[in-house]
């Protein structure tokens, strides 16, 4: 299985700070894309992301959220003044032919 | 709003048994089904894709679709007590974007 590396695993974070979370995405390939989990409901799709460009968001990705990939390689999600309800596992991933791989997650919590 | 739904569950099996598991979608355009399982506090692990009608195995899963219904399935063989978890469906439409199912959690008794 294609490797999805993210950055912390474990994210704890106070109410109304900034977090960045961080994620090497698989080789050579240019779309990724961001889900959230939170604890005991669906995965959800956040953004996805083509040739360093938003292709596609949900209703959940407001402007509290942005995605860049500052170097070519790292592709991160930036969630400004989080609040409690942004507690929850954040999966990167992305497209290998035709079929859709994912990170080991980041768990952030707000406290 | 698209849908995905699946019984939450949990749905025991005992091992060494077939365990049966059941996925509907609401988007007739739907072009391509996914079955993941996640362990307790673990990102989905890809298991099986499925883009045409009737059936596909991989090892010991079998998954099955029936776009007409708009139905899709999963059949775990000779389950063990490692398959214990829960277990995903995720239907892709238009573009690159998955809908994910509540999953099914299962659980494989010795």
């Known amino acids: 299985e294609p490797e999805v590396t993210q950055t912390p695993s474990h994210q704890v974070t106070q109410m109304g700070q900034e977090v960045i979370l961080r994620c090497v995405p698989i080789?050579?390939?240019?779309?990724f894309y961001w889900y959230r989990q939170i604890l005991g409901q669906k995965v959800e799709f956040l953004v996805s992301f083509y040739n360093n460009e938003i292709s596609e968001k949900s209703e959940i990705f407001d402007d509290q959220f942005s995605v860049e990939r500052p170097d070519g390689s790292n592709f991160t999600l930036k969630i400004r003044s989080t609040k409690l309800e942004d507690s929850a596992m954040y999966f990167c991933?992305?497209?290998?032919?035709?079929?859709?791989?994912f990170g080991q997650g980041t768990r952030l919590t707000v406290v | 709003q698209k849908e995905v739904e699946q019984n939450s569950g949990p749905l025991s099996v005992p091992e060494g048994a077939i365990a049966s598991l059941n996925c509907t979608y609401s988007d007739r355009v739907s072009q391509s089904f996914f079955w993941y399982r996640q362990y307790s506090g673990k990102s989905p692990e890809l298991i099986m894709s499925?883009?045409?009608?009737g059936d596909k195995e991989d090892g010991r899963f079998t998954a099955q679709l029936n776009k007409a219904s708009q139905y899709v399935s999963l059949l775990i063989r000779d389950s063990q007590p490692s398959d214990s978890a829960t277990y995903l469906c995720a239907v892709m439409a238009a573009g690159n974007k998955l809908t994910f199912g509540g999953g099914t959690r299962v659980l494989v008794k010795p």
């Open positions: 080789s050579n390939h240019l779309y």
């Open positions: 499925i883009y045409s009608n």
């Open positions: 991933g992305g497209w290998v032919n035709t079929e859709a791989f």
